[in-house]
C-alpha cells in the first residue's frame, strides 16, 4: 500500500463519525451488535475516536483517558470486577488505559452488568441515547440498526 492510498483509507476515519457494518453470518451475536454499535457512538462522542486521547480534567475534575475517557478509579475498579486483564499485576494497570481493545472490553462489561453501567459517560450516553439502553430488547434494537444502516 502507497503512502497515497494510505491517507484514501485514512481520511474518512479521521473526519467521520463510526460507522458500524453489517456483515451476513449464519451466526449473530445480537448482544456484541447492540453494544459495538453503542460503544462505538459513546468513543465518538468522548474522544473523537482517539485512542490517545487525553483530559486533564473531566466534568468531575479528574482526568480521563484514551478512547473511552476512563479515569482512574473507574479503570482498576473494572479491571478487577470483570477480570479483563487476569495476567497483569495491579500496578500495571494504568500501563494499559490506552489500550483501545481493552478500553471496548470494559465499557461492554460495564454497559451489559451493571444496572445503570451507562452512566460512567453520563453525558455521552445521553447524548447516543445509551441511557435508555435496555438489554431485554435486543431483537428489536438489532432491527433499528441494521435498519439504519441499509
Known amino acids: 500500500m502507497n503512502l497515497l492510498s494510505s491517507l484514501v483509507v485514512a481520511i474518512p476515519l479521521i473526519f467521520s463519525s463510526p460507522k458500524l457494518e453489517i ?3 449464519p451466526i449473530i451475536d445480537k448482544q456484541d451488535i447492540i453494544l459495538s454499535y453503542y460503544v462505538e457512538k459513546l468513543a465518538y462522542c ?18 480521563s483517558y484514551g478512547y473511552l475517557q ?16 487476569p495476567n497483569t ?21 460495564m454497559i451489559l452488568n451493571e444496572k445503570k453501567g451507562w452512566r460512567h459517560w453520563y453525558n455521552c450516553s445521553k447524548s447516543v441515547g445509551l441511557n435508555s439502553f435496555n438489554s431485554k430488547d435486543f431483537d428489536e434494537l438489532v432491527e433499528r440498526i441494521i435498519n439504519a444502516y441499509k
Request: aromatic fraction near 10%.
Open 46 to 63: 468522548e474522544s473523537r475516536n482517539n485512542p490517545n486521547a487525553y483530559n486533564s480534567k473531566d466534568s468531575n475534575n479528574l482526568p
Open 89 to 109: 499485576e495491579e500496578n500495571e494497570y494504568m500501563n494499559l488505559i490506552y489500550d483501545k481493545d481493552t478500553q471496548i472490553k470494559l465499557a461492554k462489561k
Open 23 to 25: 456483515i451476513n453470518s
Open 70 to 85: 476512563f479515569q482512574e478509579a473507574t479503570w482498576k475498579e473494572g479491571i478487577k470486577k470483570y477480570k479483563i486483564l
